[in-house]
């Protein structure tokens, strides 16, 4: 799988990167567990197994950076009967047209992140069983706001991340 991601200034991911932290320090399922050097705070524009893009999507930082809001959490619910806790990101007008633009210069996206069809948001946990729910939400400061100061794509079958354009972004 491939995917573009926006990544945030280092106040905005060292917010999120504290709600990992809480959620993992109340015992709860937390993204803090997942340990390798690519793993960090991510809003997903574009992602798919066959995700393909022209030339023009290396540079979307020429709209970046971006501010970007976060409006309250949200529950996605994932085949094992658990669920997906995440940051809901205001779908300002801006991030919106990035994001369309992405998909203009990309083709092979899963349905969920193409324009109709997308919620833009920041993964706090996921296997979060339906009984701690309750739990992990009150784990999370929802109320915060940031901006959007990279773009990197990256590659799972490669395990690798190759920022897109402005300066060279770390794992």
């Known amino acids: 799988m491939?995917?573009?991601e926006l990544i945030f200034n280092a106040p905005l991911d060292a917010l999120v990167r504290a709600d990992w932290a809480r959620l993992a320090d109340a015992g709860l399922p937390s993204l803090a567990s997942h340990t390798a050097p690519s793993n960090r705070p991510h809003i997903t524009l574009a992602a798919g197994n066959d995700?393909?893009?022209d030339a023009g999507v290396q540079d979307p930082c020429g709209r970046l950076p971006?501010?970007?809001?976060?409006?309250g959490v949200v529950?996605?619910?994932s085949p094992q009967g658990t669920f997906v806790l995440a940051r809901l990101v205001v779908p300002s007008k801006p991030?919106?047209?990035l994001h369309a633009e992405v998909h203009h210069q990309c083709t092979g996206a899963f349905a969920n992140t193409r324009p109709d069809a997308w919620t833009p948001h920041v993964t706090l946990a996921r296997r979060v069983p339906g009984h701690l729910l309750g739990r992990a939400m009150e784990s999370v400061d929802a109320r915060a706001e940031g901006w959007c100061a990279g773009a990197r794509l990256w590659d799972s079958s490669t395990r690798t991340v190759t920022p897109l354009?402005?300066?060279p972004l770390q794992a």
């Not at 971006?66 to 409006?71: A, G, P």
């Open 2 to 4: 491939r995917s573009i």
């Open 51 to 53: 995700l393909s893009c």
């Open 66 to 71: 971006l501010e970007v809001q976060f409006s």
């Open 75 to 77: 529950l996605f619910p």
């Open 95 to 97: 991030l919106r047209e």
């Open 165 to 167: 354009g402005g300066p």
